[in-house]
């Protein structure tokens, strides 16, 4: 099986820009080659009221289902950009309390399995 280079960068939130603290909710793959793009996420609200009581649910609730939007074919007003444009502008820096980390790369023969392994190891908190 051939691999491909693929990017991805953590999508998490920061209630509390003072204190630094960030809650892992969602990952972004994009392979080029295979023309993939998909963002997912699963918030984990309790962790997140934990580090910030007076955090805007329904709000954080909506820009993380935004970055899921853009990724697909109804993309709202990136529907007209390429996918490496959509992953660009969707990984680009910012000072909101959704924000995404660093793009880091890797190989992959599948993207699909790539993002499921990537939200089990970097977002799902492990119950024992």
């Known amino acids: 099986m051939s691999r491909d280079v693929y990017e991805y ?3 998490r939130v920061m209630p509390s820009v003072e204190r630094g603290e960030l809650v892992n909710a969602g990952v972004i793959v994009y ?3 295979r023309g993939y793009l ?3 996420v ?7 009221l934990a580090l910030g009581g007076q955090i805007d649910l329904p709000g954080v609730r909506h820009a993380l289902a935004a970055y899921e939007m853009a ?3 109804e993309a709202g ?3 007209e950009e390429s996918l490496g444009s959509r992953f660009r502008w969707l990984t680009a820096p910012r ?3 959704v924000q995404t980390g660093p793009v880091h790369a890797g190989l992959t023969g599948d993207p699909a399995a790539e993002l499921d392994h990537l939200m089990a190891k970097l977002v799902r908190t492990v119950r024992t």
């Open 42 to 48: 699963e918030l984990d609200e309790g962790r997140l």
């Open 31 to 33: 392979c080029q080659p």
């Open 71 to 73: 990724c697909g074919e």
């Open 38 to 40: 998909c963002a997912r």
């Open 9 to 11: 960068a953590v999508i």
């Open 77 to 79: 007003p990136l529907s």
């Open 95 to 97: 000072s909101t309390i």
